[in-house]
């Protein structure tokens, strides 16, 4: 019989690991949402909010509060380039969707090749130990690094959440995800939503990768094997489906730290690879519950035209 205190203490566990893999399923889904492209250039976001972290706090010796503003900053400026020089030329030149899926691979490729000429290929932490001290709760070892994971995750989530349903700009970013051509017939400009939301998930990836790079070892490569978490938590949540990719990401973090019980832990890296697998092939449109149907219509009831007067539509009925 497996022992209770051992079941504790991997759920414990595996919630607290799991707040950086919500923050970068969430982002992925986001843009997925939002932009409707497998955004891996996400891989170079996180390696660039990471390397601006560690060379800030780790190298420089500063605050953590300073090291998380340069990595805001870096992310930003990188997401802002991405969208503008990248994204936005691509979209007008009617790339295919194939040919942007390989432009994301090249451009995290070359950010890790840039980033090990600059940092060397060895492991590095944000700050100079993994050591972090263990409070005992119960039967429970509870990490100093658990809970504010878990209440940043939960923060930057919560935030995210305020942000579409109350928002102007977060029911704009609705309306684009619902039908970007309709969304512009009513003044929203779709240019500007997207690079928002590719901003936005370069900020939730500044967080977790300073949640990750403070608790394990980092390589200009890691980022890109993490983006392979967030990819099948997306799939499994739902293609589309934002909160359903962070419970996936929950669900799926559970899953792989208890699987220590079953199988040897080398081979727990063979299990995202089965995860992934299992859902291309049998959920690719993921395990999602019914939802209420919401027209375009529906969402922007509430928005105005960006020019202040009447939509075109009434515009057309005068």
């Known amino acids: 019989m497996l022992?209770?205190?051992?079941?504790?203490?991997?759920?414990?566990?595996?919630?607290?690991?799991?707040?950086?893999?919500?923050?970068f399923a969430v982002a992925f889904s986001l843009v997925l949402k939002v932009n409707r492209l497998f955004n891996f250039t996400q891989a170079a976001a996180m390696?660039?909010?990471?390397?601006?972290?560690?060379?800030?706090?780790n190298l420089a010796g500063l605050p953590l509060?300073?090291?998380?503003?340069?990595?805001?900053?870096?992310?930003?400026?990188?997401?802002?380039v991405i969208e503008t020089y990248g994204f936005s030329i691509l979209r007008e030149k009617k790339a295919s969707v194939l040919f942007i899926f390989i432009f994301t691979f090249m451009v995290s490729e070359f950010v890790a090749y840039l980033l090990m000429l600059t940092f060397g290929t060895w492991p590095t932490t944000i700050f100079k130990t993994l050591l972090w001290p263990v409070t005992l709760v119960g039967n429970i070892a509870v990490s100093h690094w658990d809970v504010p994971a878990i209440a940043s995750a939960a923060a930057c989530c919560?935030?995210?959440?305020?942000?579409?349903?109350?928002?102007?700009?977060?029911?704009?970013?609705?309306?684009?995800?619902?039908?970007?051509?309709?969304?512009e017939l009513y003044g929203i400009?779709?240019?500007?939503?997207?690079?928002?939301?590719?901003?936005?998930?370069?900020?939730?990836?500044?967080?977790g990768m300073i949640l990750y790079g403070s608790r394990s070892q980092v390589q200009p490569k890691t980022s890109l094997e993490l983006m392979l978490f967030a990819t099948v938590a997306t799939i499994v949540g739902g293609i589309g489906n934002i909160w359903g990719a962070?419970?996936?990401?929950?669900?799926?973090?559970?899953?792989?730290?208890?699987?220590?019980?079953?199988?040897?832990?080398?081979?727990?890296?063979l299990l995202l690879y089965g995860f992934l697998f299992?859902?291309?092939?049998?959920?690719?449109?993921?395990?999602?519950?019914?939802?209420?149907?919401?027209?375009?219509e529906s969402k922007t009831r509430q928005i105005t035209p960006a020019s202040g007067g009447a939509s075109p539509a009434e515009k057309l009925a005068e």
């Open 3 to 23: 022992d209770p205190i051992i079941l504790g203490q991997i759920g414990w566990t595996s919630l607290a690991t799991t707040s950086y893999y919500v923050l």
């Open 47 to 57: 390696s660039i909010a990471f390397y601006a972290a560690y060379a800030t706090v």
């Open 65 to 80: 509060v300073l090291g998380l503003g340069v990595s805001l900053a870096a992310v930003l400026l990188f997401s802002w």
């Open 158 to 183: 919560l935030l995210l959440a305020l942000f579409l349903r109350f928002t102007r700009w977060g029911q704009f970013m609705i309306a684009v995800s619902d039908n970007p051509d309709l969304a």
């Open 189 to 207: 400009d779709k240019r500007k939503v997207f690079l928002l939301a590719v901003m936005i998930a370069g900020a939730l990836c500044a967080v």
């Open 246 to 269: 962070a419970i996936a990401a929950i669900a799926l973090g559970f899953v792989q730290n208890a699987s220590v019980l079953f199988i040897p832990s080398q081979l727990q890296g």
């Open 278 to 296: 299992v859902a291309i092939i049998f959920f690719p449109a993921g395990l999602k519950l019914p939802e209420r149907k919401r027209t375009f």
